[in-house]
Each structure stands twice: as C-alpha cells, then as structure tokens.
C-alpha cells in the first residue's frame, strides 16, 4: 500500500471530543475542570487535543483565552524538575504578555522562582535572596491570579513521563483546582502505567475528584478505519485492503497512517518494522542525523545539533531536511521532534551500544557549553547524557550539579531521586565525598529530608537505615543527624509514640557530650525527649535544660524548634498563658516567614481551640496561611494550618469553608503519614457529623478505620475519633427509642472503652472533646438503666480532673462536671445547666457546645416539668441549630419535640416530626401495610435497615405501632389536601 494524500478531518472520536468541548466551556465560564485523556500509543491523544485546542483557539467568545502545551521528557528519574511546566508557563506568557504574567507571580517570592525556570524573569539578585517560595508553589499562585481574567487552557503530554515534582504538582493542581478560569487537560499513555508507576497513585487521586473527567480514546472501529483510509488513500479501500488494515494495526489511527504510506511489495513483519520504514529509506547522512536526534530525546533543538553534528554543516542542513520530508521529525519551534514517540523509540532502540554512548557523551559536552554561559536548566539532561554515555565520574559530578539546581527550585522527589543516583555512583569514582562536596552519612540525610518532605515517608526511614548500616566511617554528629531526621519523620508522620528507637541512640551520642558541633543535637535531642515523657510534669525540667543549652548556642535554627517543642509540654500541662508567649517568642526568634515561625503560629491555632477562643483561631490561622503562601512555604507548613483552621471552622458552624479547608489540608498531605490523612479526614467528618450528614460521616470512618488502627498508639488521634463515634451513636439513640435506642448506646460505651485508658489522663487537653462526649454517654447510659462498666466513669473522672480549669476553658470544664454530676445524680439539674448554657454562650466559642448546653437545659425545664418553656426552648434550638450548621443538634431537638407533640415544627424539606426523606418513603409504605422485607426490597435496602427507618419513625411520631403511625400518615395526607 501507498499513500496518495495525508489524512485530513479526524476520524471519529465524537464523544471524546464533546467531553473536552464541555470542559473547555465550563472553564471559559468559571468552573476549573481537569481532563485525563489516555489510550495506547499510538491511539490519536495528540491529534484529539490539537483538534480541540484549534476549535478553541478560534473562539473569541468570553474571557481571553490562552493556550499552553507542555511536554513530558522520558529521561527517567534524574529529568530537569518541571519540565513540561516550563514549556507550558513559556507558552502562557507569550499568550498573555510578559507584563501580564509578571502581574499574575504578584511579587517577589513568587517571581524568585518562576524565575528559576523561566530566567529572563528572574529579579535582581537582592530580591533573589529575600525569597523562599518553593516553584511548586509559586505555579500555583501564577495560575490562581493569571486565572482570574484570563482562560487558560494547559495541556501537559505524555505524563508517563513526567518528572517527580512536575507529577506532583499536577495531583495538587488537580486536586484543589484553586484556579477560576482553566481547563487543564492532561495525556498518558495507558499501556506504559502499569503497577508500581509513580503516575498510579496521582490517577487514583484525581479519579475521586468530580472536577475530574477521564477521556478514553478507544481503537478505531471497523468503518472509523475504511473512513481514515479512504481519506489518506483518496478511493475507498478495497474489502482485502480493510481487512488486511483491520487485521495489522488493531485499530491504532498511527499504525493505519503507517501501513499506507509502505510502498508496494510484501509488508513488514512487525510493528516496530513498519514504524522503522520511514527512516529506513532516508540516505546514509539522513539516518545519521536521525540518530543523532533519537539520542538527544523526543525534541531536540537546533542549537545542539548544530554543536554536536562532526560532518559538513550542509550535511546536517540536508538531513533534516531529508527527515522532516519523510515526517520523521517536524520542525517545532527553534528545533525538531520526532513526528510520534513510536519513531522515536524504534530509532533510539535500533542502535548499537557504542553509538549510543558516543552519542550521549558529545550531547553532554556540548549540553555543558551550553550551560557554562547560564542555561542552569540544562543540569539534569547533562547528568542523564553522561548516565547514557557510561562515564561514571562525569556522570557522578554532573548529577551533584543536577541535585543543586534541584534543590534550588524545591523539588523534593526529584533531589531524593537525584541524590541516590549520586549514592549508585558513589564507589564507582574517587574522592566522592571531595566531589561531592559532603559526606555520604550527609547526603542520605539530606535524602531522607527530600523523601520526607515529598511525603515518602518509607523511603526516608530506609536512607537513614541504609546509611546507618553502611556508613561505618560517619562521625558522631553525622550518625546522630541521621538518627534526628528518621526520629523527626517517625514522630510527626506517626506521632509522637513512634521515633523512639532513633530518639534514644541520638539521646546515647549527645548526652554529656562537651563536642560544641553536638550542642544543638543535644538540645534537639532532650526538646523532643520532654514530648515524650510519659508524665508531663517530668518533660518540663527536660525542656527546661534544652532552652538553656539552645540559648547558649546561640542559633536561632536550634532555639526555635525548642521553643515550638516547649510550647507542646506546657499545652499538656495546661499553662495556656505560658504557651501563648512561647509561641509568640518562637515566632519571633525563627521569624514570622520561617518554617518553625510558621508551624509555631499553626500550634497557636490549635493553642486558641484548647482556650475555647474558637473564633480568634480562625482569624489567626487564615492570617497564618496567607503568611505561608506568602513566603511559599504552604506546601511544607500549610497542612497544619489547614486542618486547624477547618477543625475551628467547623466549630464556627462555617461548614463549607471547613470543608475547604480540610480537603486543602488532605492535599498538601499527600503521602505515607497515616497520621496527616487521619487529621485532615477527622476535620471534614467531624463537620459533616455535626451538620447532620451521619451517612458520609460513616462512610469516611470506614474509610479511615484501618488508617486509625495502624496509628492506635496515638492517643489524641485514637481518642478524637472515638468521641465522633460516641457522637454518632448517641445521636442516633436521642432520635430512637425501644431496642433500638438501647442497641445504640451500647455501642457508644463499647467506643468508650477508651476512657479506661490509663494514659489518658496525661493527655487531658487534647483529648478534651472526648471527656465531653463520654461523659453525655455515660449520663445518657444511666438515665435509661443500661449497664457501663465502672472503669469508663473511673477513667473519665481521672481524666477531667487533670483538665485545666482556667478563665479560658471554663466553658468545656463546666460543661464536662454537669455531665458528671449528672451521672451521679447530684443536684438540681436545672440550675447546672442553666449555668452551663450560661457559661458556654460566649462570643468565638464553640457553637455546638453551646447549643449542646441549650438541649441539656432544655431537658432539664422538663425534668422540672416547665413543659411548655421547654417546648419554646427547643422549638428556638431547632432553628439557631439549623442556621449555625449544627443539624445534629437540630435532629435531637425535633424528635425531643415529636415526643412531646409538638412534631410539627420544621422545615419545609424535613417536614413532619422531623421524618428525613427517606424516613417518609419508608412511613408511606408502612401505611400501605408492608412488613420490613417488603420494604426493603421495594427501596432496595437490607431488612434490618427498613427496621432501623420504622423504628426510627415511630419515636419521631410518639407512635406505639405501626398502626398507630400508619394513622398518623392518613391524618398528615388529610391536612396536606385541605
């Protein structure tokens, strides 16, 4: 076969294209959407975009529109960091205008870094100094602002390739989608990402997005492929031709292109043969410069052609020429690229070692003059060239070359990566640690750093094991670096439980050490140790010797770690004044844009919540997170923040912010911390338990239990979620009655177990939430005669004794001793929560402790039998609770208030004694006369929940029977016709 002409329109792929047209729309009008588009090889992605970037380009609609495509290079895991970002960002200035795109980075910190990648944008070196955004960062922000007036479409290809920091990256674009007006569209192929890829887990991200759409680009029918060649051939095919097209390409739209232009004669045996055709009838000098450029990658720019070509300059003038003819290669830009990365391959794979490695090594000489008159940016294909070139001592000295420009643009993955081909390399040259500037103890420690910091907790602790078995001439400060880094990971990825084998060999290196180069080890060492200690009272002498040895040294890199250390010791001890000025001083000694300054201002959020002071914590954690962005430092401290600041908005009543938040926080976390994830998914479940949503909030603790049972050494964690269990639980009791209510407080205690805990007490104020959610159990449990076991009541006792009882945490100390003193059945009822409802109606506190103590007085109106003051008590909390996001509440008032007969109250979507949706279906086929099996199989649910609806219904209507409730929907149906 032969082709006549080149393929025109596409062939087929309607549906695909009217997914990407209505992404493009929605992002035109405001709505971020993120495309994945994959296939096989070969399949058509590239041209589908290239369609569909054309239609959009020539759509003046809307907003102004640009465009930018970026590439993904396949250098493997030492690839330039970004590299299909600096394509893009190149191609979104030009779309925009440099003034344009230098307003969007907004200032300097921003500036700084986009700079490294784009360096006709970078400041003056003054303005260089003062900045500290990491690029990651600093993209986000350029989108974010760029995004505001301007529709940007940015496609980035081939993410099987991608370069750590540029996949990670994208998850987090994807992820928040902080932009307005974008549609990022990003290409993989799908037979090259199979188990073990890097790019998996960022799919298996993106796919519980919902701004996320997949894109799948199928082989072409039967008729898709008689209609591409009809085209290409200028006839229709014959039935033999079709079938024989059928029959070899699979439907793969390259392959057909391919076939059709073979000239006439036997066909090849293989794919890979009719991919190499082309190339196989170029002219000896043509295929040498194919071979040159197959080498350099899939693009290749004039300028090292030129540089590297030996023959006579018109030779390679000729040979371009001869290849682009042959559309091997198409002229892009200032260079060339292979036509299709199959071309690329089968070229590069075609060659004999040596030329491979003759190749390589005059692409990186002349890839160094490049970069010896400024072109930084070339440092890691330098590196890679020399891998491919066999030279291990270039390759060695290249790849620290590499690292450090790496390491300036924060790319944490890649430097991990890159640094532990330097550990490959390190016996393979002389003098390493004199190349290399540092020892190898130093730079698995800095790996184990880069790993952390990219969130691969795993890999971190395996360097700093690694190193430790290996590394038998490290010094003593390099040996208890190591073992301080893997105590830092272990500690704040697992919590404060795990890390306490490093701890204690750290501990036996520095102590009584006189060594000046220990000193800050050592302060480190005994700042961490007082977190650790069992009593808190005896971590403060430990604090203390450290803030003395971290004043003597003098650093302020030792005396600010100490102080935010210090400042978790006095919270345990309840000194909340005290915590407050040592976080301030720690703020102030590290400096407000530091990352210890900035996890010091997160503890103080966090400080704020123990205080009660709910509303001052939002306000100080969202001034924190604008200092974080700020400073580019979101990605490393911001997580904190985040969830903080969702924990304090949901106890505002601010749910969706919350939610915001959370899902930021989950985000920035992304990685091995069970920990981390189980703090941001506490906050949204706690906001969406407490805004009534119990079905999601059950789904995310099924979700996450696992994640909890491998970190149940952490107290505070294990604790926080077994009060929202509790929570749960006797919500549902408060809204039932009969077996029903009893089977779920029976429940709650089984949670509460926890309460027994002996260490509990040691951990009084973060566990704070739980002393109050035990103590409603445990009230509840003795009220409605059902049996707990003595220890919970002894360990809650235990426990609300050794909270703070100050100005500041009055609220939830008061309203822990009523719930006590109601189990014991101490007193007038009514006058306690009279005065608890009292003291928790503060201005910034906590809105469901407050409407917490409502219901509780409200009970207690009518245990004094002040009935109809109740009624209007809870008639009001439905509302205040409804309005304030606290819907559980709302749930306990309206069933409180359909057991008295005064049901009706409600809203129009939650009418009728407070029945939900379902409730009603349920109720509608209960007077129908269906048993709980019939109902089940007509709402296509279990049995037993059909039996925990009725149930439900019948104390939400005071019904004895289902007769009795069945009446009840008779009379409702009456007065809704009347």
């Known amino acids: ?27 035109a009008e405001g709505r971020p959407r993120v495309l994945v588009v994959r296939g096989e090889a070969g399949i058509g992605k590239s041209r589908l975009i290239a369609e569909m970037l054309a239609e959009a380009a020539a759509d003046e609609a809307g907003v102004p529109r640009a465009i930018a495509v970026g590439h993904c290079v396949d250098m493997g895991p030492i690839a330039a960091p970004f590299t299909p970002f600096r394509h893009a960002l190149r191609a979104l200035m030009d779309a925009v205008g440099v003034d344009a795109f230098r307003a969007a980075a907004g200032g300097t910190a921003t500036l700084v870094p986009i700079g490294s990648l784009l360096p006709e944008l970078a400041p003056d070196e003054p303005e260089r100094s003062r900045a500290t955004a990491e690029v990651a960062e600093a993209i986000e922000v350029l989108v974010e602002n760029l995004t505001a007036d301007v529709h940007a479409i940015v496609v980035l290809e081939d993410l099987h390739w991608a370069d750590p920091a540029s996949l990670a990256l994208v998850a987090t674009l994807a992820a928040t989608l902080r932009a307005t007006h ?69 439907g793969v739209p390259f392959f057909v292109e ?54 006579d300059p018109e030779g390679l003038v000729d040979g371009l020429q001869a290849c682009v003819a042959a559309h091997l290669l198409v002229v892009d830009g200032a260079g060339y690229t292979f036509r299709h990365a199959l071309v690329h391959e089968a070229v590069y794979q075609g060659l004999l070692p040596s030329e491979r490695a003759r190749h390589h090594a005059a692409i990186a000489e002349a890839l160094e003059a490049r970069a010896a008159r400024g072109e930084r940016e070339l440092a890691a294909g330098i590196a890679a060239h020399w891998f ?85 001439e490290a010094t003593a400060f390099e040996r208890a670096a190591l ?117 010091a201002r997160n503890n103080r959020v966090d400080q704020l919540m123990v205080m009660g002071r709910y509303a001052e914590a939002v306000d100080a954690g969202l001034r924190a997170i604008e200092q974080a962005i700020a400073a580019g430092r979101e990605r490393s401290c911001g997580g904190y923040i985040h969830a903080n600041v969702a924990e304090a908005l949901a106890a505002r009543g601010r749910v969706d912010e919350a939610f915001t938040h959370a899902h930021r926080a989950s985000v920035l976390w992304r990685g091995e911390s069970g920990r981390w994830l189980s703090i941001a998914q506490r906050a949204e479940a706690g906001a969406l338990l407490w805004d009534g949503d119990t079905e999601r909030f059950l789904a995310i603790a099924a979700e996450l239990r696992p994640v909890v049972q491998a970190i149940e050494d952490d107290v505070e964690e294990t604790a926080n979620w077994a009060r929202l269990a509790i929570d749960a639980a006797v919500s549902h009791a408060l809204t039932t009655g009969g077996v029903e209510r009893r089977r779920a407080v029976t429940q709650a205690l089984e949670t509460a177990r926890v309460l027994a805990n002996p260490d509990l007490p040691e951990h009084a104020v973060v566990v704070r939430d739980l002393l109050v959610s035990g103590g409603r ?184 029977n289902r007769a009795e409730a069945a009446a009840w929907f008779a009379a409702e149906g009456t007065r809704s016709r009347a």
């Open 1 to 27: 076969m032969n082709a006549i002409a080149p393929a025109g329109r596409m062939v087929g792929r309607r549906q695909q294209a009217d997914t990407i047209r209505a992404a493009v729309r929605d992002g």
């Open 182 to 250: 974008l549609t990022l569209v990003l290409t993989y192929r799908s037979d090259d990402v199979g188990r073990g890829h890097p790019l998996r887990a960022v799919l298996a991200e993106l796919e519980r997005n919902r701004a996320v759409a997949t894109v799948d680009v199928a082989p072409l029918s039967a008729e898709e492929i008689e209609d591409q060649a009809h085209q290409i051939m200028g006839r229709p095919p014959t039935a033999r031709e079709l079938a024989e097209l059928v029959a070899r390409t699979d």
């Open 258 to 311: 391919e076939l059709l232009d073979l000239p006439p004669g036997p066909l090849p045996d293989s794919l890979r043969d009719v991919v190499l055709a082309r190339y196989d009838r170029l002219a000896t000098g043509a295929r040498s410069v194919a071979k040159l450029a197959a080498v350099a990658g899939m693009r290749v720019d004039d300028e090292t052609l030129g540089l590297v070509w030996q023959g």
């Open 388 to 472: 491919g070139a066999r030279d291990a001592a270039r390759a060695f000295d290249a790849t620290v070359a590499a690292l450090a420009e790496a390491r300036d643009t924060h790319a944490f993955e890649t430097c991990a990566q890159l640094g532990e081909r330097v550990l490959e390399l390190w016996r393979a040259v002389e003098d390493p640690a004199g190349r290399a500037g540092r020892s190898r103890a130093a730079l698995a420690a800095d790996i184990a750093r880069d790993y952390f910091a990219a969130g691969r907790k795993r890999d971190a602790l395996t360097v700093v094991d690694d190193a430790l078995d290996a590394c038998t």
């Open 483 to 599: 073992h301080q880094v893997a105590t830092r990971v272990s500690c704040e990825a697992d919590g404060c439980g795990c890390g306490v084998d490093h701890l204690a060999q750290l501990e036996k290196i520095v102590k009584d050490s006189a060594d000046p180069e220990l000193a800050p080890l050592r302060a480190n060492a005994l700042a961490m140790r007082a977190v650790h200690r069992e009593r808190a009272e005896d971590g403060l002498g430990l604090s203390d010797e450290a803030l003395a040895i971290a004043e003597a040294v003098g650093d302020r890199h030792t005396l600010g770690p100490v102080l935010r250390l210090r400042g978790i010791v006095l919270q345990t001890l309840g000194r909340n004044d005290e915590v407050m000025a040592t976080l301030a001083r720690a703020t102030e000694v590290d400096g407000p844009d530091s990352e210890t300054g900035l996890i």
């Open 777 to 960: 159990v445990l009230a509840l449990a003795a009220e409605w005669g059902i049996e707990a076991d003595p220890a919970l009541e002894a360990g809650l006792r235990a426990t609300v004794d050794r909270f703070p009882a100050d100005r500041w945490t009055r609220p939830m100390h008061a309203t822990m001793r009523a719930y006590l003193a109601d189990l014991a059945g101490d007193g007038d009822r009514l006058s306690r929560w009279t005065a608890v409802r009292d003291a928790t109606a503060v201005e910034g506190g906590r809105v469901a402790l407050a409407l917490t103590a409502r219901y509780e007085h409200a009970r207690a109106l009518l245990d004094a039998g002040a009935r109809a003051e109740a009624i209007a008590s809870l008639t009001a909390l439905v509302d205040d609770a409804e309005e304030q996001h606290t819907r559980l509440v709302a749930g306990w008032a309206r069933s409180t208030l359909a057991r008295l007969g005064a049901g009706g109250h409600g809203s129009d979507d939650d009418a009728g004694a407070g029945l939900t949706p379902r409730e009603r279906e349920v109720l509608e086929l209960i007077a129908e006369g269906l048993t709980n099996v019939q109902i089940g199989q007509r709402l296509f649910i279990s049995p037993k929940t059909a039996s925990v609806h009725v149930s439900s219904i019948l104390a939400k209507l005071g019904a004895a």
